[in-house]
């Protein structure tokens, strides 16, 4: 089935360490994104790709960096995770509208809540 | 720069009764004002959308208007059910070269039984 996958689902790890949470989306999308959102609150772009070897900061600055070396897969790596990184951290992708429209629906994955100790 | 305000912050209403979400929006360039609600520990869905050249759109219990002289926009839900109960998101979207979607801080909707 068509979707947007995020693992791992919840990950508590120690500061210092190096994580990547993963992200891959089966619909052929060609933008793809990551927001940082804590629980039912404000979402905040970090990251974004316009497609293979694009990658854009977003709004909210991040310490985050990510790649795309395929269209599917868009993982984030913190390479020294802090308390301060805590957050749920949601993927998501879009296709481009055709020429003559400006709708730009995101399919959002589930997700990745991000415990640092 | 671009942002979206949304109010309220959070909405308490008896089952049955209307519920209604504002936004307004500050890029006169926006052209797609998409509506998402994210249910606890849930993602944020896609509900309602409505494009620029729309003044109203329903879909059963769920109705956008927007204004575009004074860049307002709304989120109405009529009849409403404990299910409604969730985050809702407005969004606005402009073509900027790759396009950019601006959310707003959301509306937490409760539904009482």
């Known amino acids: 089935e068509a979707d947007i996958y995020q693992t791992p689902r919840y990950l508590v790890i120690g500061t210092g360490k190096k994580i990547t949470l993963e992200c891959s989306q089966t619909?052929?999308?060609?933008?793809m994104y990551w927001y940082q959102q804590d629980p039912g609150m404000e979402l905040h772009l970090i990251h974004y790709s316009y497609g293979v070897n694009s990658t854009e900061k977003g709004d909210l600055s991040s310490e985050s960096t990510v790649s795309r070396i395929r269209t599917e897969h868009f993982p984030l790596t913190l390479e020294s995770a802090r308390p301060s990184h805590t957050s749920q951290y949601l993927c998501?992708?879009?296709?481009?509208?055709?020429?003559?429209?400006?709708?730009?629906?995101?399919?959002f994955g589930s997700g990745t809540q991000l415990s640092v100790l | 720069g671009e942002n979206v305000e949304q109010h309220p912050s959070t909405l308490s209403v008896q089952e049955g009764d209307s519920a209604v979400i504002k936004c307004t929006y500050s890029d006169s360039a926006s052209n797609y004002f998409p509506w998402y609600k994210q249910e606890l520990g849930k993602r944020p869905q896609l509900i309602i959308d409505?494009?620029?050249?729309?003044g109203e759109k329903k879909d059963q219990r769920i109705a956008v208007t927007l204004n575009k002289t004074a860049k307002h926009f709304s989120l109405h839900i009529t009849e409403t059910q404990p299910e409604d109960s969730a985050v809702y998101f407005c969004a606005a979207s402009r073509v900027t070269g790759g396009f950019k979607t601006i959310f707003g801080a959301g509306t937490r909707l409760f539904v009482k039984a």
């Open positions: 619909m052929g999308h060609d933008k």
């Open positions: 409505i494009r620029s050249n729309v």
């Open positions: 998501a992708s879009t296709t481009p509208p055709p020429r003559d429209r400006e709708d730009e629906k995101l399919f």
